[in-house]
């Protein structure tokens, strides 16, 4: 089984090192982790040093524990990881949410998006794949990178700065 480590380190090995791309509205990161949430974390050095052990646990702390996504990690790896991911790339809340929809659409489950995964979201997520099975997890996977790819076409249409970055997004983050 994936550990969150492992979910960890795959994120940051996808992130790369340091990048101040002038498109990017989260202005210069490594690791994936931008400054704001560095500086936020208590980090006050120049980005290009952020240490990876500094990334690994602003990772597990803001974009792991506080939504509540290490509960998905001990029912189902694959869709711990995906929602970390997305989490991590789109907001912790968005991909709450892209859970509780895709939850509800394929067991109406009934949950209220909001993007805060509770003991609701979990229990709904334990009952529909213990109910499917391995198929389960493969059709709940399936419909996150689909809600996630049509989030990354959103935010180019809604702003032609991202046609530097939709390429990226779905290569290294939409796993259909």
Same mark, same amino acid.
């Given at each position: 089984?994936?550990?969150? %480590?492992? +979910?960890?380190? =795959? #994120? &940051?090995?996808?992130?790369?090192?340091?990048?101040?791309?002038?498109?990017?509205?989260?202005?210069?990161?490594?690791?994936?982790?931008? !400054?704001?949430?560095?500086?936020?974390?208590?980090?006050?050095?120049?980005?290009?040093?952020?240490?990876?052990?500094?990334?690994?646990? +602003?990772?597990?702390?803001?974009? /792991?524990?506080?939504?509540?996504? =290490?509960?998905?990690? !001990? &029912?189902?790896?694959? +869709?711990?990881?995906?929602?970390?991911?997305?989490?991590?790339?789109?907001?912790?809340?968005?991909?709450?949410?892209? $859970?509780?929809?895709? $939850?509800?659409?394929?067991?109406?489950?009934? *949950?209220?998006?909001?993007?805060?995964?509770?003991?609701?979201?979990?229990?709904?997520?334990? =009952?529909?794949?213990?109910?499917?099975?391995?198929?389960?997890?493969?059709? $709940? *996977?399936?419909?996150?990178?689909? $809600?996630?790819?049509?989030?990354? #076409? !959103?935010?180019?249409?809604?702003?032609?700065?991202?046609?530097?970055?939709?390429?990226?997004?779905?290569?290294? %983050? /939409?796993? +259909?």
């Amino acid at each position: 089984m994936t550990s969150i %480590r492992e +979910i960890i380190e =795959d #994120i &940051i090995r996808v992130e790369g090192g340091y990048v101040d791309h002038p498109n990017d509205p989260g202005g210069a990161t490594k690791y994936g982790i931008t !400054e704001k949430v560095a500086r936020a974390a208590g980090y006050k050095d120049h980005m290009k040093d952020l240490p990876y052990g500094i990334a690994h646990n +602003i990772y597990y702390t803001e974009y /792991v524990v506080k939504p509540g996504f =290490d509960k998905l990690a !001990e &029912i189902n790896a694959d +869709i711990a990881a995906e929602v970390v991911d997305t989490g991590v790339n789109m907001g912790p809340a968005v991909a709450g949410k892209f $859970l509780q929809r895709a $939850l509800n659409a394929v067991s109406g489950a009934g *949950l209220v998006v909001d993007g805060a995964v509770g003991k609701r979201t979990v229990n709904a997520m334990a =009952d529909f794949l213990r109910s499917r099975g391995s198929t389960g997890t493969k059709v $709940l *996977l399936k419909m996150l990178n689909s $809600l996630q790819c049509v989030r990354y #076409i !959103e935010l180019t249409e809604s702003n032609a700065k991202n046609r530097s970055f939709i390429y990226g997004w779905v290569a290294n %983050r /939409v796993n +259909i």
